[in-house]
């Protein structure tokens, strides 16, 4: 059996099929360690100058698995919220600006107003993406006008001309121009040669009467006023303007304090001494809290990585208005479904009434009894209020996908909050991967799911839908991967409370 395996190995050999045996010889390269955290920037009032910021952590990819970004490695401020960690504010996966941490803080709850504050937070200043402003061209009011030269009909062709030895009396060139006829006009793209003047060489004088034999003065000539001619090399002393002056003294007493140049201002570790506040002082005054969920929270993507990735659009732009109403109504009829059937589950069970006494029908002649043909009366759909819709292209070439929220008027359980995240199928119709539905006076039993955004969390170019799960006095943030309209959870953090 081995002879036969021996012989089948160099028959094949022999064919010309060596790789097929011996495998791949080319290089694998090593899998890419992503680092990667997300979290969720809440602030109060205008994006680019917000009257309250802070930084929720969320998840931490790091080692092939995710991690709770507010409680990993926190020795004793979490991994995610070190100082210095700059996160970048995303919508949809582009960026829309920078977080530079400059602190952290382990929150609890105090009153009723901050009963949400449970966790580690972090502050930082939010910067803006800095835009290029771009001068507009305006068209020009001279008329461009070409003149050529008849001299020369091709201006690119260079030309030659002798030049004319004014030393040599009587001596005659053929490249002098005639008596009464202009010179050709110079052209400025045209070399010129000229020699450099040498110091042991006279220089040049109109004098005819000076001959080479003459002996030649070396000593540089004096100026009228006795003062010697002017150095190029030599340094020259500047007056400042009022507003120069101005400048430096604010300069100066905006910069660090100095010592004199000697080999103790030398050492690097050495601390300098800044006028203000440094980050370590940082009061409460200087970073205004949240507390709570208070109105007007606004709410974006946070994505911190160790790595510089290539900028990832997820959001899927409306072909047209009749598009996005089309899928409106579609999503608001699942919705609609969604809060009837919430409706039926949770009525209360009717109490048993007593029956009434039967009378005995007198039927008169010639008369017949007839059934009542009304028809029971239905409960009307209450209407929708606040309608988000959000579409998303959560892939390269990957289904569309929608995110509609909204909820209903009322109070306790007769306000209701459904959220229909739906993909298009291979056949174009949308169907449902996320239906919920709940009630404000049971939102410890089922949270009220509020789309964040869509997030890359693992790097991996495919993103997955951020949702806060908000309750009665906590709220979690989770992870929903969805593919082929079906979801995953595939993250969850700590109770915040």
Not at 35 to 43: H, I, K, L, P, T
Not at 375 to 403: I, R, W
Not at 411 to 423: C, F, K, M, P, S
């Amino acid at each position: 059996m081995r002879q036969k395996l021996i012989l089948a190995i160099a028959s094949l050999s022999a064919a010309g099929l060596p790789g097929a045996l011996l495998g791949q010889m080319h290089k694998v390269a090593k899998p890419e360690d992503v680092v990667r955290a997300v979290g969720v920037y809440e602030w109060i009032g205008d994006r680019a100058k917000p009257t309250a910021t802070r930084l929720i952590p969320v998840s931490l990819f790091i080692n092939d698995e995710f991690q709770d970004a507010g409680i990993y490695l926190s020795r004793p401020v979490p991994f995610a919220l070190d100082t210095g960690t700059i996160y970048e504010v995303d919508k949809s996966g582009v960026p829309g600006g920078n977080i530079e941490l400059i602190s952290a803080r382990r929150l609890k709850p105090v009153g009723d107003t901050d009963r949400f504050d449970d966790g580690w937070v972090g502050y930082g200043k939010f910067a803006a993406p800095k835009v290029k402003k771009t001068v507009p061209l305006k068209p020009s009011t001279a008329t461009a006008t070409i003149t050529s030269d008849k001299l020369d009909k091709d201006s690119d062709r260079p030309t030659f001309a002798r030049r004319v030895d004014h030393t040599e009396v009587g001596s005659t060139s053929s490249a002098t121009p005639a008596a009464g006829s202009p010179a050709p006009p110079d052209d400025p793209d045209r070399p010129h040669l000229s020699k450099k003047p040498d110091s042991t060489t006279p220089a040049a004088t109109d004098d005819k009467s000076a001959t080479a034999d003459a002996p030649v003065d070396k000593t540089p000539p004096a100026t009228t006023s006795g003062t010697p001619a002017p150095d190029a090399d030599r340094p020259t002393l500047r007056k400042r303007s009022p507003e120069e002056a101005k400048k430096a003294r604010k300069e100066a007493e905006q910069s660090s304090a100095r010592g004199l140049a000697t080999s103790l201002n030398d050492d690097p570790d050495r601390p300098t001494l800044r006028r203000g506040r440094g980050q370590q002082e940082l009061v409460e005054a200087d970073l205004p809290l949240i507390k709570g969920i208070p109105a007007g929270l606004n709410q974006a993507v946070a994505v911190s990585d160790a790595s510089n990735r290539p900028v990832h659009d997820f959001s899927r732009p409306w072909e047209d208005d009749a598009e996005r109403a089309t899928v409106l109504g579609k999503m608001r009829t699942l919705a609609q479904a969604q809060l009837t059937a919430y409706a039926t589950m949770n009525a209360p069970s009717p109490k048993p009434a007593t029956a009434p006494a039967k009378i005995a029908a007198v039927k008169k002649p010639n008369s017949k009894l007839r059934h009542s043909t009304v028809p029971e009366s239905v409960t009307p759909a209450p209407p929708l209020l606040d309608e988000q819709l959000n579409g998303y292209t959560l892939s390269y070439g990957g289904a569309a996908t929608y995110v509609y929220s909204a909820h209903t008027n009322g109070e306790g359980d007769n306000l209701r909050y459904v959220t229909i995240v739906a993909q298009r199928d291979t056949f174009g119709e949308l169907k449902p991967a996320i239906q919920s539905v709940t009630d404000a006076a049971h939102l410890d039993r089922t949270p009220w799911m509020r789309i964040v955004d869509a997030v890359d969390a693992d790097a991996s170019n495919r993103a997955s839908l951020l949702f806060e799960l908000r309750g009665q006095s906590a709220r979690q943030f989770a992870l929903y991967r969805v593919i082929a309209t079906r979801s995953e959870q595939i993250f969850l953090t700590g109770t915040t409370q």
